[in-house]
């Protein structure tokens, strides 16, 4: 079913007086891109099929279900007694795919993530409705509950362009930084640079919102610029008789730009940083977009001694094809290998084996999202060289992560 049709007859539900409390619950699948570089379309089509089936034996013969992509499912939820019967239902979905799936004699792990929205509640337009179950799919992404209804007050998509372009004009924006534990000595390594934003008047906007709004509109060019000037000027505070190291994060879309490594050596240079304990971290997503311009760009950040990471490896369309090709000192698991890999020994064997390549490759392997004691042992265990996340630390502002390392003046 087309988004179009979608948005139509959730806007006839809607006013529909006999509908009541109605929830919008939207199902993604994860994983299925792996999958599907495995085994093939006709399979992950088939997987696809499967979810649809599960998911419809979980719900009320009032309840409607529709495939939207094909990763991704709307059941649109009429008559519900109260909020917290969707969400129960949306939990429902999510323990149902800690099974596996069987298609074709394979059996198929697809945990998913649910985000729900709610009318009356959260607003009776119905494309509204929808971005607002996506935005809490993207919490649910980052809980361990896996599903979640949408918290008003976190909606930040309507963030104009004129502002982000004033915040980047006039310094708003924070370099937060975020701790990677070497796993073999149990000591700081360094940090990660993440962009926050907390605009007066608004509150804080979340960076997976502003930097798709930056790289939609262009602004991407400024807010690399000022993310690399505001991480080195920070690592310039740090004596580097901590050996301290620093990643930043570089959008795909950068790549288009030919003076992007000039740009990197200028601010090196300007802030007196070494490109040794600088890493660039960059998805495979990235790379895949334009392969030949992009890996000839990374080979010559590499000559001039920055570090390039493959960050979320896993998540996207990876290609091991090209993985073999990049000049990448490091290799980042993205969290959602991480985030299970203690109930679910498949998971643990996925991140064993990725930490394997990783090292075959001569490549640095850090774990993301790490938020318990039980998976950073786990991950140590397995010879993973770095880890971060909430159990490491949270990201705190640059400012007050340097301080201490500061050079004696
Ligand atoms: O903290 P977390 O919500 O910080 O970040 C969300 C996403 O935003 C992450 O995928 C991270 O890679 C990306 N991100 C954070 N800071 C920056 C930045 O300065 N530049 C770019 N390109 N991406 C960033
Ligand atoms: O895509 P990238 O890996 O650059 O994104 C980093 C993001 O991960 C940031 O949004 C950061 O706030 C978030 N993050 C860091 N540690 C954890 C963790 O332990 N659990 C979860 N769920 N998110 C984390
Ligand atoms: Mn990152």
Not at 29 to 51: I, K, N, P, T
Not at 320 to 348: C, G, H
């Amino acid at each position: 079913m087309s988004r179009g049709a979608l948005s139509a007859r959730l806007r006839e539900l809607i006013e529909r007086e006999e509908v009541g409390l109605l929830a919008v619950m939207l199902v993604r699948l994860q994983r299925l891109q792996e999958f599907r570089l495995v085994h093939g379309y006709a399979a992950s089509d088939a997987v696809g099929q499967a979810a649809l089936e599960r998911i419809a034996g979980l719900l009320r013969p009032v309840d409607e279900l529709m495939q939207v992509a094909e990763n991704e499912f709307i059941a649109l939820l009429p008559n519900l007694r109260d909020p917290h019967h969707a969400t129960l239902a949306g939990s429902r979905v999510v323990r149902a795919f800690e099974e596996p799936l069987v298609v074709a004699g394979h059996s198929v792990l697809a945990p998913v993530a649910v985000g729900i929205s709610l009318t009356p509640g959260h607003g009776d337009d119905a494309d509204a409705l929808l971005r607002r179950a996506e935005l809490a799919l993207r919490d649910a992404k980052k809980s361990s509950l896996r599903c979640a209804v949408f918290a008003p007050g976190t909606e930040r998509l309507a963030v104009p362009y004129e502002w982000l372009h004033e915040a980047l004009r006039t310094n708003q924006l924070e370099a937060h930084f975020e701790p990677i534990l070497d796993l073999r000595t149990g000591r700081i390594a360094g940090y990660e640079s993440l962009a926050r934003w907390d605009e007066p008047g608004i509150g804080p906007v979340r960076p997976d919102v502003f930097i798709r709004l930056a790289e939609d509109t262009g602004l991407i060019a400024e807010l690399t610029r000022w993310s690399l000037n505001a991480t080195l000027r920070h690592a310039a505070q740090a004596d580097p008789a901590h050996g301290m190291e620093f990643s930043i994060n570089i959008s795909p879309r950068v790549f288009g730009q030919r003076d992007i490594v000039s740009q990197v050596t200028g601010a090196l240079s300007v802030w007196n940083v070494s490109p040794d304990v600088v890493t660039l971290e960059v998805t495979e997503s990235a790379l895949m977009e334009d392969p030949a311009t992009s890996l000839a760009l990374l080979h010559r950040l590499r000559e001039v001694g920055l570090g390039i990471a493959i960050d979320d490896f896993g998540a996207g369309y990876s290609s091991l094809a090209y993985l073999k090709q990049f000049p990448a000192t490091q290799l980042k698991i993205d969290r959602s290998f991480i985030y299970d890999m203690r109930q679910d020994t498949r998971s643990a064997r996925v991140v064993r084996a990725i930490i394997d390549l990783g090292h075959q490759l001569d490549l640095n392997v850090v774990a993301e999202g790490v938020e318990d004691m039980e998976t950073l042992d786990l991950l140590r265990a397995l010879g993973c060289d770095r880890a971060q996340g909430y159990h490491v630390g949270r990201s705190q502002p640059a400012e007050q992560v340097v301080e201490p390392l500061r050079l004696p003046d």
